[in-house]
């Protein structure tokens, strides 16, 4: 069972930009499809975004389509989110997640694995 463990969340300005990390503890990193998703107060977990096993696809939610970016680093087991031109909407925790490969699956969908997730506070 892979473990998770987010970091980099901090309270900063609108439009300031941030980079999340995730580090996993299994040494298989590479054979899981990683995404990143975020809960607000009050709301339901949201879907930001996922990467394949070899990084070479991506797949956002419209939400955050062009002003975020998955990334992996499978030599680290790391999986990073860069988020650019914050707003106080983003304001969240945010977790990520790991599944097994599943052709039929949408990479929005059905993961097993889950961190702990970090604070995103977007305020001035």
């Known amino acids: 069972q892979v473990q998770l463990v987010e970091s980099g969340g901090q309270l900063v300005q609108p439009g300031d930009s941030l980079r999340l990390s995730c580090v996993a503890s299994?040494?298989?990193?590479?054979?899981?499809?990683m995404g990143w998703h975020r809960q607000a107060p009050g709301k339901e977990r949201e879907f930001l975004a996922a990467?394949?096993?070899?990084?070479?696809?991506?797949h956002y939610a419209g939400s955050v389509k062009g002003r975020f970016t998955i990334s992996r680093d499978n030599a680290k087991n790391t999986v990073y989110l860069q988020m650019n031109s914050l707003k106080p909407e983003d304001t969240a925790v945010y977790y990520c997640?790991?599944?097994?490969?599943?052709?039929?699956?949408?990479?929005?969908?059905?993961?097993?694995?889950w961190g702990q997730g970090t604070q995103v506070t977007v305020s001035s």
């Open positions: 990467i394949t096993t070899s990084g070479d696809y991506q």
């Open positions: 299994d040494s298989t990193f590479s054979r899981y499809v």
């Open positions: 997640a790991a599944r097994r490969p599943i052709a039929t699956l949408s990479l929005s969908r059905g993961y097993d694995y």
